[in-house]
Every structure is written in structure tokens, then in C-alpha cells.
């Protein structure tokens, strides 16, 4: 079994920063593609980005390119996605999740591709 934790978020200021944090454990993380997504109130949840096990290559989506960058530490087991100029409506719930095979090639953007959730870390953004 695998176990993510995700830690960052909170409430900021459009145009602010916050860089959000996912903890894994319980398997050989650096093995495994790892996507950051996001559910707002009454909206799907929707990729927001992810990074090749390698660290490598990594995939944004259109709302976030440019403002995200997201990276990995396969020694500390964590991936980190940092947030810039944040707009009103990045505010969601953030989550991070492992692919459930090992060394894809690319970066899914498929939620069912994903097989480990975290809980989740709010994300508010005022205006």
C-alpha cells in the first residue's frame, strides 16, 4: 500500500504564492509518475500537473502554465508543486496522486490512471 500526504495550503492574495507539498510512503516512489489535481465546489477534478518518475518530463495544464512548475525529490520521497501569481480560480482542493504502473513514458492526465490519492489540501485564493 502507498500513502500520500499532502501539506501547503492555505488562503493567499491573488498574485501570491504557495508552494504545496505530497509526502509518499509505502512503496518505491521514485518508480511511479506523480500528478498534482484539483476538485473547486461543483466542478470535476482536473489535472493540474505531474512529473515523470525520472523527473524529467513533466505536463501542465493550460489554466496553469507558466504560473506552476512542479519538481521531485526521490530521496526524500516528495514531490512539490509551487504556485505563482495565483488567481481567484485556482482556489480548490489540491491533491496529489501516484500512477498505478510503474515507468510510464509519459504523464498521464487521466484521474483513473492514478491508483493512491491524498486526502487533500485546501487552496483558497482572494481577490
Known amino acids: 500500500q502507498v500513502q500520500l500526504v499532502e501539506s501547503g495550503g492555505g488562503l493567499v492574495q491573488a498574485g501570491g504564492s504557495l508552494r504545496l507539498s505530497c509526502a509518499a510512503s509505502g512503496r518505491t516512489f521514485s518508480n511511479y509518475v506523480i500528478g498534482w489535481f484539483r476538485q473547486a465546489p461543483g466542478k470535476e477534478r482536473e489535472f493540474v500537473a505531474g512529473?515523470?518518475?525520472?523527473?524529467?518530463?513533466?505536463a501542465f495544464a493550460d489554466s496553469v502554465q507558466g504560473r506552476f512548475t512542479i519538481s521531485r525529490d526521490n530521496a526524500k520521497n516528495t514531490v512539490y508543486l509551487q504556485m505563482n501569481s495565483l488567481k481567484p480560480e485556482d482556489t480548490a482542493i489540491y491533491y496529489c496522486a501516484a500512477d498505478r504502473v510503474k515507468f510510464r513514458v509519459i504523464v498521464t492526465k487521466t484521474p483513473d490512471d492514478y491508483a493512491y490519492w491524498g486526502q487533500g489540501t485546501q487552496v483558497t485564493v482572494s481577490s
Open positions: 512529473i515523470r518518475w525520472s523527473g524529467g518530463v513533466t
